[in-house]
């Protein structure tokens, strides 16, 4: 499984993006989907989760201004975050754990200006 982030860039706050995250083979009906980020000099933590029966779920630090959705015909999954903070700014990964692998991939940075 290949994992390949994209969408990420500069924007101010209270902007909107749409993180993407295409994988190789048809997995997303059979496999949750998450979105993890890293600020420099940060731990990498979590955002958000998608299952593979679409049941989503958010940090509280992202809920209610993030929506994370798969779209299985182009084995993607999207990340569209909208009210961007600052704090918001960092590196964004997409995330799944299959046949007994972890797989990432290699991130897409999200810079918020104030």
């Known amino acids: 499984v290949q994992l390949q982030a994209s969408g990420g860039g500069l924007v101010q706050a209270g902007g909107s993006l749409r993180l993407s995250c295409a994988a190789s083979?048809?997995?997303?009906?059979?496999?949750?989907m998450a979105w993890y980020r890293q600020a420099p000099g940060k731990q990498r933590e979590w955002v958000a989760a998608i299952t593979s029966g679409g049941n989503t779920n958010y940090a509280e630090s992202v809920k209610g201004r993030s929506t994370i959705s798969t779209d299985n015909a182009k084995n993607t999954v999207y990340l569209q975050m909208n009210s961007l903070k600052p704090e918001d700014t960092a590196a964004y990964y997409c995330?799944?754990?299959?046949?007994?692998?972890?797989?990432w991939g290699q991130g897409t940075q999200v810079t918020v200006s104030s």
């Open positions: 083979g048809s997995i997303f009906s059979r496999v949750n």
């Open positions: 995330n799944t754990y299959y046949g007994g692998h972890v797989y």
